[in-house]
């Protein structure tokens, strides 16, 4: 199996924002769909985000909508997850995953993806 690796975590104040990426070195990223989760101390991982291989989506859960973007470049075989308006509430683990379960909505669910990177930080902080 061949993981994702996710960088470009960090710590920002409230209200920064910071730009994820997700690399899939050794496979195409672009057959599959792809979605972004997190994962606080003590929480459940939570799916936030998921876009199709085609033209479905990207969907986002209410607590980021408006303020997170998903984007891919099939050229980079990357995937990107822009974080604006950061909260206190975002910090988290952050990762992506595929699998060819298919993104149609909001509802991202873990067990719907097969393939995983190790995470990159995110922190909110003064």
């Known amino acids: 199996q061949v993981q994702l690796v996710e960088s470009g975590g960090g710590s920002v104040q409230p209200g920064g924002s910071l730009r994820l990426s997700c690399a899939a070195p050794?496979?195409?990223?672009?057959?599959?769909?792809v979605g972004w989760f997190r994962q606080a101390p003590g929480k459940e991982r939570e799916g936030i985000s998921c876009i199709s291989n085609s033209d479905g989506g990207p969907y986002y859960i209410d607590s980021v909508k408006g303020r997170f973007t998903m984007s891919r470049d099939d050229a980079k075989n990357t995937v990107y997850l822009k974080m604006n308006s950061l909260k206190p509430e975002d910090p988290a683990v952050y990762h992506c995953?595929?699998?060819?379960?298919?993104?149609?909505?909001?509802?991202?669910?873990?067990?719907?993806?097969?393939?995983w990177g190790q995470g990159t930080q995110v922190t909110v902080s003064t």
């Open positions: 995953a595929v699998d060819s379960w298919p993104c149609i909505d909001d509802d991202v669910r873990a067990s719907d993806y097969g393939t």
């Open positions: 050794g496979f195409t990223l672009d057959v599959y769909h």
